[in-house]
């Protein structure tokens, strides 16, 4: 609901607007990576973001850069999450965050 701007409600009424519902759902599974799994997620999920965000009138078009600093800060959600999925199912953490060491001889 928002308040009407004068020109088409000269009494300034509220006017509501119509509802918009989400028409399907998204499911993803960890077949063998979750690494994987979460760069696909992100990549659907930053797509999501952009028309949710569009519908809402907070940006012109319903698609976000990927060197944006929102997706930026999306992928770091997203990085958190694997990471904590990882310790819950693996008990460590996402394989792109072990470091690697090789003996030397």
């Not at 759902?25 to 077949?31: E, F, H, Y």
């Not at 973001?49 to 809402?56: D, N, R, S």
């Amino acid at each position: 609901i928002e308040r009407g701007s004068g020109e088409n409600e000269p009494n300034g009424e509220f006017v509501a607007k119509k509802p918009m519902f989400q028409k399907g759902v998204l499911r993803t599974n960890c077949i063998d990576c979750l690494d994987r799994t979460n760069v696909a997620q992100f990549a659907y999920g930053l797509a999501a973001l952009g028309h949710q965000l569009h519908a809402l009138e907070m940006i012109n078009v319903p698609k976000i850069d990927f060197d944006s600093p929102l997706a930026e800060d999306l992928m770091g959600l997203y990085e958190k999450m694997g990471d904590t999925l990882a310790h819950q199912y693996g008990g460590s953490a996402a394989h792109n965050k072990i470091p690697w060491t090789f003996p030397t001889t």
